[in-house]
């Protein structure tokens, strides 16, 4: 867990001094081509957004407020063959809050960042046993795009979390579905001789889901204030997320 944190603290700390090439849509429009592998790209891509579905199995209270910050990094599939970096990563805010009567928690949350933009949000409920462990379960939509293509991302979740002195420990599963499309853009096709033979342009989407599985924990440094940290792992990428945030 200590190097989960270590990697985590990182992105954080490096982020805003990453090389261009780091930029998700410009590394997609350098290296999307024919053979691309736009099924494998599309789940890593679903994997990015999802992790963000939770960070505890416990909610808000109403009138109460939880906001924070988070950093989500997937390390691609060994199919994605447009990906070049080691990490695609992105932050999000987040908001969310209790709806009286109904019980519902609503999240609000969103990202522009690292030539990535996505705002979405779901619904959330959560039930406890002892007021000591601690279970939720959500759904999300969320609308993505960068300058190259438009994503639909589509989630459900469940966590479940255990009071520990002031850490809390949570595991959860999910499972993200997304529709990708392609906006029409011209690529260049070559021979084996390496001589450029056609040039076209691209229409293509891909419709793709998968399961994905969480443990983390949460740190509570002061009143109010709570530091976390997980690692994510699908059938075919891993992630890591990290962030902080108000719980009032």
């Known amino acids: 867990m200590k190097k989960v944190f270590v990697l985590i603290f990182a992105f954080f700390a490096f982020a805003p001094f990453a090389k261009a090439s780091n930029n998700i849509a410009d590394d997609f429009r350098n290296h999307f081509g024919v053979n691309s592998n736009l099924s494998a790209y599309n789940k890593d891509i679903n994997s990015l957004i999802g992790i963000a579905d939770f960070h505890t199995g416990r909610g808000t209270t109403f009138p109460g407020f939880d906001i924070g910050v988070t950093m989500t990094a997937i390390k691609p599939s060994s199919s994605n063959n447009i990906s070049s970096e080691d990490y695609i990563y992105t932050g999000f805010l987040s908001a969310e809050t209790k709806i009286p009567v109904v019980g519902l928690g609503v999240v609000v949350r969103g990202t522009d960042m690292n030539g990535f933009e996505s705002l979405g949000g779901g619904l959330k409920y ?19 795009k960068t300058d190259w293509y438009t994503q639909d991302h589509y ?28 906006h029409g853009f011209d690529v260049e096709w070559r021979d084996s001789y390496g001589n450029s ?19 983390g924990v949460n740190f509570k440094p002061f009143p109010f204030v709570y530091v976390f940290a997980s690692y994510t792992k699908t059938a075919g990428n891993e992630g890591f997320q990290g962030g902080l945030g108000l719980n009032f």
């Open 126 to 144: 959560n039930f406890s046993v002892l007021d000591t462990v601690h279970f939720a379960l959500g759904a999300f939509y969320d609308r993505a």
């Open 155 to 182: 989630s459900a979740s469940a966590s479940a979390s255990m009071n520990v002195l002031f850490l809390t420990p949570y595991v959860g599963i999910g499972y993200d579905y997304g529709e990708i499309k392609i």
């Open 197 to 215: 033979a056609n040039i076209y342009t691209v229409d293509r989407s891909s419709s793709d889901g998968a399961v994905r599985y969480t443990a």
